[in-house]
């Protein structure tokens, strides 16, 4: 899955997206900044704001989703 993260942070124009992990509990990721990947893969950082973060274990990510933009057609 971290190769899925790695390929959403790169893409250009950047959306974002959601990881889902398997307790149930989602985490926005807002701008590639704000993800931190281990140098193995292992682990990932997703920071909430400036001081709260959420350390993640990949074994532990079940989805990956785009996040809904809430724009609506005319």
């Keep these: 899955m971290t190769h899925v993260i790695r ?3 790169y893409a250009e124009p950047f959306m974002p997206f959601v990881i889902k992990s398997s307790d149930g ?3 926005r990721v807002k701008h590639p900044d704000y993800v931190a ?3 193995k893969g292992g682990r ?3 920071y ?3 001081e709260h973060f959420a350390m993640l274990s990949a074994l532990h990510i079940v989805a ?3 996040t ?3 724009t609506r057609r005319r």
């Design 64 to 66: 990956v989703e785009p």
């Design 37 to 39: 990947i281990s140098p």
């Design 25 to 27: 509990k989602q985490y």
């Design 7 to 9: 390929n959403l942070l």
């Design 68 to 70: 809904k933009t809430g």
């Design 48 to 50: 909430a704001d400036e």
């Design 44 to 46: 990932i950082t997703v």
